[in-house]
């Protein structure tokens, strides 16, 4: 597998991953994605260049900066904000061309929450925990206009990540889906990699694996050989 896009660091719906541990990775994403539709996604606030008397806020607290990405394609800085407890988060990009902040739905980040890889279509894919499995936001970058894409993503099994498994130059977006079946064993580890692009558009996924660990390229997951997907 050819990768020509290159990771640049380290993402919604707080209430839809309480479906996940019970339910198939296609049902999961149906689930996700119709929950997102009625919760509406992050809003976007464009602003001006901050000056010293402005203070962002995040909820009703002054916003903590948690992390600060470079994307050296278009000279941008995407930092990621929160209140004091890493609630209440925002996305503020920052270029040449002005400030755009994203607030997200994601109930607790950490610094660690966002990542981002460039490519002819660059992105930025912001993660949280939620009841054993993780849950994310992906922000789109089209040749310096930024938007945040309308299918939030999901993983019961605890990973998402963007890698460009396809080699088109764009990043997909990763998931780790558990394989058990209805009435797992509690000792069950079955995964498989089940892949999409930034649209939401599943990719395909992986065979099925004994334990996350034996997944192609792990912990940088990038399965070469994907079929259609089975729950």
């Given at each position: 597998?050819?990768?020509?896009?290159?990771?640049?660091?380290?993402?919604?719906?707080?209430?839809?991953?309480?479906?996940?541990?019970?339910?198939?990775?296609?049902?999961?994403?149906?689930?996700?994605?119709?929950?997102?539709?009625?919760?509406?996604?992050?809003?976007?606030?464009?602003?001006?260049?901050?000056?010293?008397?402005?203070?962002q806020l995040c909820g009703q607290a002054a916003c903590?900066?948690?992390?600060?990405?470079?994307?050296?394609?278009?000279?941008?800085?995407?930092?990621?904000?929160?209140?004091?407890?890493?609630?209440?988060?925002?996305?503020?990009?920052?270029?040449?061309?002005?400030?755009?902040?994203?607030?997200?739905?994601?109930?607790?980040?950490?610094?660690?929450?966002?990542?981002?890889?460039?490519?002819?279509?660059?992105?930025?894919?912001?993660?949280?925990?939620?009841?054993?499995?993780?849950?994310?936001?992906?922000?789109?970058?089209?040749?310096g206009a930024w938007s945040q894409t309308a299918m939030?993503?999901?993983?019961?099994?605890?990973?998402?990540?963007?890698?460009?498994?396809?080699?088109?130059?764009?990043?997909?977006?990763?998931?780790?889906?558990?394989?058990?079946?209805?009435?797992?064993?509690?000792?069950?580890?079955?995964?498989?990699?089940?892949?999409?692009?930034?649209?939401?558009?599943?990719?395909g996924c992986s065979a099925v694996y004994a334990r996350?660990?034996?997944?192609?390229?792990?912990?940088?997951?990038?399965?070469?050989?994907?079929?259609?997907?089975?729950?």
């Open positions: 597998m050819t990768r020509t896009s290159r990771p640049v660091v380290i993402a919604v719906v707080a209430a839809a991953l309480v479906l996940v541990a019970a339910l198939g990775t296609t049902v999961v994403m149906r689930q996700l994605r119709s929950a997102a539709g009625e919760s509406g996604q992050g809003t976007r606030v464009d602003a001006g260049p901050a000056t010293p008397e402005q203070v903590v900066k948690l992390a600060s990405v470079s994307m050296p394609q278009f000279k941008e800085t995407v930092e990621l904000l929160a209140d004091g407890k890493g609630q209440s988060a925002r996305l503020r990009i920052t270029s040449d061309r002005g400030t755009v902040v994203f607030s997200s739905q994601i109930p607790t980040v950490v610094g660690k929450s966002i990542t981002c890889e460039e490519g002819k279509t660059s992105a930025c894919l912001l993660q949280g925990p939620q009841d054993g499995g993780v849950v994310g936001e992906v922000y789109v970058d089209k040749a939030p993503f999901g993983s019961d099994a605890g990973y998402l990540a963007l890698r460009d498994v396809d080699g088109d130059g764009t990043p997909d977006v990763v998931t780790v889906q558990r394989r058990c079946g209805d009435n797992p064993a509690a000792s069950c580890t079955k995964v498989v990699a089940d892949v999409f692009q930034l649209t939401g558009d599943e990719v996350p660990q034996d997944l192609p390229g792990w912990p940088e997951v990038a399965p070469s050989k994907l079929s259609e997907c089975s729950s």
